[in-house]
C-alpha cells in the first residue's frame, strides 16, 4: 500500500510539473523548472524534455542556444528533438545552423522524417542560399519525401527567395492536389520576383482566397514601386475580401509614404484603429514612418510617443530620427539619438546613415566625421549608402576636393549616388571644372540613365559651352536615351492627382491651366509693383525716408 501510494504522489508531482512546464512564459521560470526536472532525475525523460525544448527553441521568449544545451545533454535524443532544434534555429538570426546540425544527424545515421525537411527548406530560403536548397531538395527526393504537400509548399517559398521563379512554378506544376497555401506560395513566389503580370494571372485563377493571398498580391504591387495600383486593390480588398491584418496595413502604409498621400495615410490610420488591430511595433513603425514621409511630422512624433519606451526598438528610433532629419529638425534628430542611447537602444548601420543625413542639412562636417568612425568602433562596416552620404555632407558644405579625395581613397569602387552627391555640390558651389569630371564619370557608370547627360549638359550651359551642351544632348539621342518627362502629383480629398508639363489628359485640365495662368498673372503685377516701388524708392531723398 505504501508503495502504491508513494508512486501515485510521484506521479503527482510530475503530472504537476508537466503542467507548470506547459503555462511557462518567460526564460527564467523555464530554468526554475529545469533546475527541478534535474533534481528529481528527469532531465533525460521524453516529455519533460519535449517540453523544455520546444519552449526554448520555439517561444518569442525563448532562447535556441539554452535548447542546444539542453540538446546536447542528451544521451540519446529522439527525432522529435531534433526536428525542434532545426525548427528552432530555422526561426533564429543564425538559421545557417539549421543546416550543421541536419549534417550532424546524417553522419550519425539519424534518419530524418517528412517533418525535418521544410525547416531545412526554410533555413535555405532565409539564407537566399539556392545551392543548399537544391541540396536539400535532393535529399527530399532521395528519401522519398517529394510528394509531401508541407515539403513542395516549402520549396516553392525556397526558389522563389532565391529568385529562381522557374524552379518554384515547376515544383507548383507537379504538386498533385494543390491547396490554398500552394496557390498562396506560388502567388506570393512571383510577387517577390516583381512578375506581377504572372501574379495577376494567379491571383485571379485562385477558387479562394485569404488575407495572405491578397497580402502577397499587395506588397508585390508595394515592392514593384506601383503603389497606386497596390492602393486600388486594398480598396477591392476592402469591398469584397478578408479584413486586413498587420501585414497588409503594413504595406499599404508604404504605399502612402512613397506616393505622399498623407489624407490617404490618415484614412488607413483610422481604418487600423476601427478594426481593432493590435497596435504593434511593426504597425507603429510604419506609422511613424508614412507621418513623416507625408510631411506631417508631428503625427509621426505623435504616434513614436505613444510607444512605451521600454517596449521600442531600434527600427521605430530610426524611422523618428530618420524623418526629423529629412524635414531639416537637426537639432531634435540628433537629441532623439542620445535620448535612444540612454534607453539603451543600440543603433545599427541605419541609425547611422540616418545621423549622417542631418548632418548633410545641417553642414555639421564635423558631427559627420565622428559618426561615420563611430561605424567602424561599432564593429559595422561602412555600407556605400554611408560613403554616398559622407560625400553628399561634404559636398554640401562645399569641401570638394576633400569630397574628391575621399571618393578616391575609398575600398569600395564609386557609385552614381556618390558621384551624383559631389555633382550637385559641384554645381552649387560653381567649381565646373570639378563637375565636368565628375560628370563624364557619372556617364561612364549608368550610360542609359537620362538625368546624367542632362546634368553634364546643364553645366556646360552654365559657362556657356553651348557646343558642348548640344554635343551631349546628340549623344543622349545617339544612344537612344529617351528623358523621362518630370511629373507633379497634389492630394485632394484623398485622390492623388498626376501632373507632366504641357499634358491636357487630366478631366479638370481647363480649370487647371485657367487658374494657373491667373496666378502667373498675379505675380507678374506683384512684380511689376515691386519694380514701381524700387524705383520710387530709389528717387526719395534722405528727408524724404524720414517721412515714413
Not at 543564425?94 to 522524417?113: T, W, Y
Amino acid at each position: 500500500m505504501l508503495g502504491a501510494s508513494q508512486s501515485c504522489k510521484i506521479a503527482n508531482i510530475h503530472q504537476t510539473l508537466l503542467s507548470l512546464l506547459v503555462k511557462c512564459k518567460s526564460m527564467l521560470e523555464l530554468k526554475q523548472l529545469h533546475a527541478i526536472v534535474i533534481s528529481f532525475g528527469l532531465s533525460q525523460d521524453d516529455p519533460f524534455i519535449s517540453k523544455i525544448l520546444c519552449f526554448s527553441a520555439l517561444s518569442n521568449s525563448g532562447d535556441i542556444d539554452y535548447s542546444y544545451r539542453v540538446f546536447s545533454q542528451l544521451s540519446s535524443p529522439a527525432i522529435f528533438s531534433w526536428n525542434t532544434i532545426i525548427r528552432g534555429y530555422s526561426n533564429s538570426k543564425n538559421p545557417i545552423h539549421s543546416l550543421s546540425i541536419f549534417l550532424k544527424m546524417l553522419r550519425l545515421g539519424i534518419a530524418p522524417d517528412y517533418l525535418t525537411y521544410p525547416f531545412l527548406v526554410k533555413a535555405s530560403a532565409r539564407l537566399s542560399n539556392q545551392e543548399t536548397g537544391v541540396s536539400v531538395h535532393a535529399h527530399i527526393i532521395k528519401t522519398g519525401h517529394e510528394s509531401d504537400r508541407f515539403i513542395q509548399n516549402s520549396l516553392i517559398h525556397m526558389y522563389a527567395s532565391c529568385g529562381n521563379i522557374v524552379w518554384a512554378h515547376k515544383v507548383f506544376d507537379n504538386m498533385q492536389g494543390k491547396n490554398l497555401v500552394s496557390w498562396n506560395s506560388m502567388l506570393d513566389g512571383y510577387a517577390k520576383c516583381g512578375e506581377m503580370v504572372l501574379a495577376q494571372k494567379v491571383f485571379e485563377s485562385m477558387s479562394e482566397r485569404d488575407v495572405r493571398s491578397w497580402s502577397s498580391y499587395i506588397d508585390g504591387y508595394v515592392k514593384a514601386g506601383e503603389y497606386s495600383e497596390a492602393m486600388a486593390i486594398f480598396e477591392k480588398m476592402r469591398a469584397i475580401g478578408p479584413k486586413a491584418n498587420e501585414v497588409t496595413m503594413v504595406s499599404v502604409l508604404c504605399a502612402c509614404s512613397h506616393l505622399g498621400a498623407l489624407e490617404k495615410g490618415r484614412m488607413m490610420h483610422k481604418y487600423i484603429v476601427d478594426s481593432g488591430l493590435p497596435p504593434t511595433l511593426i504597425l507603429q513603425t510604419s506609422l511613424v514612418d508614412m507621418y513623416a514621409k507625408c510631411g506631417a511630422i508631428e503625427e509621426a512624433l505623435l504616434v513614436f510617443l505613444g510607444v512605451s519606451q521600454s517596449q521600442t526598438d531600434v527600427l521605430i528610433w530610426n524611422a523618428m530620427i530618420g524623418g526629423l532629419a529629412t524635414h531639416g529638425l537637426v537639432d531634435e534628430s540628433l537629441k532623439l539619438f542620445k535620448e535612444m542611447q540612454i534607453v539603451g537602444i543600440c543603433p545599427d548601420e541605419v541609425t547611422y546613415l540616418c545621423l549622417l543625413a542631418a548632418c548633410a542639412h545641417g553642414g555639421l562636417v564635423k558631427e559627420a566625421w565622428y559618426f561615420f568612425e563611430s561605424l567602424g568602433k561599432c564593429g559595422m562596416t561602412p555600407t556605400s549608402e554611408h560613403y554616398a552620404c559622407m560625400v553628399d555632407v561634404l559636398a554640401r558644405a562645399g569641401q570638394l576636393t576633400t569630397a574628391y579625395q575621399f571618393i578616391c581613397q575609398m575600398p569600395i569602387e564609386p557609385t552614381a549616388s556618390m558621384l551624383g552627391a559631389l555633382l550637385s555640390g559641384c554645381i552649387n558651389h560653381r567649381n565646373l571644372g570639378l563637375a565636368e569630371i565628375v560628370g563624364r564619370k557619372l556617364i561612364e557608370l549608368e550610360p542609359n540613365h537620362d538625368g546624367r547627360y542632362v546634368g553634364l549638359s546643364n553645366v556646360y550651359a552654365v559657362v556657356k559651352r553651348w557646343d558642348d551642351a548640344r554635343s551631349m544632348r546628340e549623344t543622349m539621342e545617339r544612344r537612344g536615351v529617351k528623358k523621362s518627362p518630370g511629373f507633379s502629383s497634389v492630394e485632394i480629398s484623398g485622390v492623388l492627382h498626376r501632373f507632366i508639363a504641357h499634358d491636357k489628359s487630366h478631366p479638370d485640365s481647363e480649370e487647371t491651366y485657367s487658374m494657373l495662368n491667373f496666378v502667373v498673372y498675379q505675380m507678374k503685377l506683384g512684380c511689376r509693383q515691386d519694380n514701381k516701388e524700387s524705383s520710387l524708392n530709389d528717387s526719395l531723398t534722405e528727408d524724404d525716408l524720414l517721412l515714413y
